[in-house]
């Protein structure tokens, strides 16, 4: 396994965000999926990140003090979508895995590194992001902010991790496409990565790790 950024001791695990790691082509779905229901292309970020309304229901769905299927109904009234069944499968209908990122999560676990999965939840019923992309499989730990009760970048999910890995944060390495979770990870002294959308942030991190994916 390979050093850690100052020397004294090796990487044993590694962390992986969901939501722009392992996945690819999220925006261009729910773009997709807005103008098919005759919204404006941003109205999915507009609703979530942007509606009070729309970013509080999504807040709660991330800690689990709502469920999805609630949060389906109560989502799509604000967007003004008649059908509120699965609406998150909906919107999600067209996310492909990101295949890189996964052979170098499989490289990573083959080669002796725990390999834990730390995400923002978006609820797991009636769809499953994690099951319909096929990551589950991947992950010797989950953490799951609807589960845990707790949402990055709060510092308590990140130590919550590493308690379940049973090792110290600069043993491990963690990759996250937003910067804003990256910095409580730093703080507990694990090496950040941030997956900025360019395409050499799988060789970067396997250069990090010393691990080759193998080949598609």
């Known amino acids: 396994m390979a050093q850690s950024s100052d020397g004294r001791a090796p990487y044993r695990g590694l ?87 996964i052979a170098l999560a499989r490289a990573a676990r083959r080669a002796g590194y725990t390999v834990a999965l730390l995400s923002n939840s978006f609820g797991l019923a009636p769809y499953d992001p994690y099951q319909t992309l096929g990551v589950w499989e991947l992950f010797d730990i989950t953490v799951i902010s609807e589960r845990e009760g707790v949402a990055k970048p709060d510092p308590l999910i990140y130590q919550r991790t590493l308690e379940c890995m049973g090792l110290p944060g600069d043993a491990c390495v963690f990759v ?41």
């Open 15 to 101: 962390i992986l965000d969901f939501v722009g790691v392992l996945t690819d082509g999220v925006a261009s779905a729910h773009r997709s999926w807005c103008l098919s229901q005759g919204l404006p292309a941003t109205a999915w970020g507009d609703i979530l990140e942007d509606h009070p309304e729309g970013r509080a229901l999504y807040k709660a769905l991330e800690i689990g003090q709502l469920p999805q299927a609630e949060w389906n109904r109560r989502t799509a009234a604000l967007m003004g979508v008649a059908d509120h069944h699965d609406l998150m499968g909906q919107a999600w209908a067209a996310v492909r895995p990101a295949t890189d990122m």
């Open 176 to 216: 996250d496409d937003n910067p804003v979770n990256l910095p409580p990870a730093a703080a507990l002294g694990i090496t950040t990565v941030h997956a900025d959308g360019q395409v050499d942030t799988v060789a970067r991190l396997s250069s990090l790790l010393d691990v080759l994916p193998a080949p598609a």
